[in-house]
């Protein structure tokens, strides 16, 4: 199979390069009519790679030196070369294009009586940007760019990324996904640690995505996905890393931005911030802000059906819900260069998200036949909530020596206050829609304050030219105190509900190490790595005294192989052993009502789930990526939705089961059709086993093939015009006991630059067509349980950008926070 995709890629490629050259040919032709065919110069060479392997089908273009008008076009061939020969006296620039890699200009070159011919040096492609000959060249990166060890999202001049926040954008990922509750995992697999500039972010699911929903996408650099991370990683997140890299001006003199956008669904939403940074020889200072406001609808329809021995009860619930949010963050910070070798820094950062749901009403249809109304609950269910995070960073980076011997320090501090107000009212009523009975009034006050604190020291120490190094230590405290306050509303008065009120402390304690050695060979490269854990966890339900110590040693191995075939194969090969620590709110055995008869509640009992995961890579030509996965998880963490048939209530809660099985293959394939017009698409098929001995008094085993598509296209119409088209198809699917029906969109976006770029304007259309809705049944024989979600998914936005100040010369280093996973396991709503 992969011989004939082989003969069938070979021929598309030798009729692209066929029509190319004749496309070439005619260009030539229209534009050397001032030229003579008995000119004798000729400008050669070769181009290389970022390995220094020969790269084939480089477009190379000459061009006139005095106005850049284009003279003769060309390809490389298999090794690497070209030539353009009969060239009359005059001066040329040579260009060099692939997608992926910076452009590069060479010359001018002048071709006279004295000199005809010019062997140019070979020209190394890289995809970073380069000063060459006094001019800075900057290439537009590519929206998808596949690199040896991750997925990079170039979302910074993204226009589908304009006026959407880190969670939507992630949406738009290649293999990752989003459930309703923000939820992120990839590869079908859950359990991803999301880092901000490679710092762990130590929230839970729910507060981390509430962070992500604070985060304007116009702050956003890049977004890199990491499957199988290495030993100097935290080794949580067993389904690999998504790290979130904020912009960063590193620009001498003073410079900055301004947005401002606005869209449109079924309500309005609007968004604006700016940025300013100041650099000079021996400090950089840089500071940003970004506000958004959003008003959506949320609607929710769950069909059940209660069996018990003796009789059936049918529940019909339909909830609509529209919310008001508003939400700033914002980061400022100081990088002081004490000499060439040595840097220290300050950073804070933090955001703050509040709002309500104040219209939201329940309607509860309750019969003994289908379609039949027995009875009813009608309920409105205002609530609201503020949640503040803030974090502060001092860092410090030295260079031991010219060798490329570097040591780093990171310590954080990191304070995440929540309050939450949810109010219940109830009014039940008969067959007649009559009141019959009074209403059942409650209300739940949920107050959190998470405390962390976290250090690291990383030492990077090259033994020669091929054999590097690394070690590291690391250390973090995390403090939740969480309360749960239930009081009823009887006699006109507000009473506590002592019984169902609750009140629970975690404290954690990591202590870590870590060793990568990276040896390269010739066509090969050998990393082997081992971090090492030792946990020590309390958790305290204060009302009951119920204590959990917790004390946990465990290895972590890592092995990473390289091997470039030849200048068109490389394969690779990836092993990891991970663990997920529960979230610290699933730890809480709290009760969380989204109506009457349906709420959420937590485990005190979660064990920590262990993964052992290993891929298999090839890459052909660096333009068709393939990766073949497995991995197996003990005390899969999965969140399971389970009828009680004694309350004839649904509720969700997660559980450890026995084991999952996860098979995956992905296949990836960024392409130029054209020059203005190149492609990314991403394919993963994958096949999740979950089993268990003992589920609600049975054995569960349950499992699907399901794949995930994405596709984006990007088309320039113009130096200052660029559209772009961005399609997801989500199979159906099970994951743990839920069984997820499919979910697509498609999300248009066209940007126009103005005034040397500027100004920026961007128009863009999200869930174009309104297509997603979120859709799940059991994948358990005896629940019967329909969910069906939808969201304002479909917004219209118009953003506009300026830049100012001074664009010189770069060059800053990276900011890297010691604190993250723990982050991630603090939960926050909205």
Known sequence: MRHLKD?????????????????????????????????????????????????SYVSVSLLAAKDSTLIKGSITDDNGSYSFERLP??????????????????????????????????????????????????????LVERQIDKTVLNVENSVLAAGNTALEILEKAPGVSVDKDGNVSLRGKTGVTVMLDGKPTYLSSEQLANLLRSTEGNAIQSIELITNPSAKYDAAGNSGIINIKLKKNRNYGTNGSVT???????????????????????????????????????????????????????????????????????????????????????AVNGYRASGNNNDTKVLTLIGSQPLKTDSSVLAYNPSQYKYTGITYNMNYKGTIDTTGQEISADADYSRYRGFQNNEYDNTYLDAKGQPSKAP????????????????KVDYTLPINKKTKLETGLKSSKVNTDNVSDFENFLNNNWQSDIPRSDHFIYDENINAGYVNLNREFTGLTVQLGLRAEQTNSKGNS?????????????????????????????????????????????????????????????????????????????????????????????????????????????????????????????????LTLFKWWTTNNNLTVFYNEFSTPNLLGMPYKGGKTAFNFNSNQTITLN???????????????????????????????????????KLSIKLAANDVFNLQKFRITSALPSQNYSVNEKGESQVFRLTCSYRFGSSSIKGARQRSKGSSEEENRVKSGG
């Open 7 to 55: 003969i069938s890629f070979n021929k598309m490629k030798s009729l692209t390069t066929s029509i190319l050259a004749c496309m070439i040919s005619l260009l030539t032709f229209f534009t050397t009519n001032a030229q003579t065919s008995n000119g004798e110069g000729k400008l050669s060479g070769k181009v290389l790679d970022e390995k220094h392997i020969n790269q």
């Open 89 to 142: 006296e005059g001066k040329y620039l040579v260009a060099f294009n692939m997608m992926g890699y910076t452009r590069v200009f060479k010359g001018p070159y002048a071709i006279n009586a004295t000199r005809k011919t010019y062997n140019i040096d070979n020209v190394e492609l890289a995809p970073t940007s380069k000063q060459l000959n006094s001019v800075n060249i900057v290439a537009r990166k590519p």
């Open 260 to 346: 401002a956008g606005a869209g449109y669904g079924r309500y309005y939403k609007a968004n604006g911030g700016f940025s300013l940074n100041h650099r000079e020889k021996k400090f950089n200072a840089f500071g940003e802000f970004n506000y958004g406001k959003n008003k959506r609808f949320h609607d929710l329809n769950i069909d059940r059906v209660n069996n018990t021995t003796t009789d059936q009860t049918f529940f019909r619930q339909t909830s609509t819900q529209v919310g008001l949010r508003d939400n700033y963050n914002y980061k400022t910070g100081i990088d002081y260069f004490i000499n060439d070798k040595n840097t220290i820094g300050f």
């Open 440 to 455: 059942y009034i409650f209300r739940n006050r949920t107050p959190s304050l998470v405390k962390i604190l976290a250090a």
């Open 542 to 670: 204060v009302p009951s005294q119920k204590i959990s110590n917790r004390h946990y040693f465990d290895l972590f191995p890592s092995v990473f192989v390289n091997r470039v075939l030849s200048k068109n194969h490389e394969v690779g090969f990836s092993y990891s052993r991970r663990i997920d620590r529960p979230d610290y709110e699933d730890l809480n055995p709290f009760i969380h009502f989204v109506d009457l008869y349906s709420y959420s509640v937590g485990n005190p009992f979660l064990n920590p789930q262990y993964t052992n995961s290993f891929e298999v890579s090839y890459s052909y030509k660096k333009t068709i990526n393939a990766t073949l996965g497995y991995s197996h998880t003990n005390n899969a963490i999965s969140r399971v939705l389970i009828s009680d048939t004694l309350k004839k209530t649904l509720f969700i809660s997660s559980q450890n089961l026995a084991e999952k099985k996860s098979y995956s293959l992905n296949i990836n394939s960024p």
């Open 719 to 757: 130096g200052t015009t660029n559209f772009e088209l961005s399609g997801f198809y989500r199979s159906p699917q099970v994951d743990g006991t839920l069984s997820v029906k499919p979910i697509y969109g498609i999300d248009l976006g066209v940007s126009k630059s103005f005034m040397e770029k």
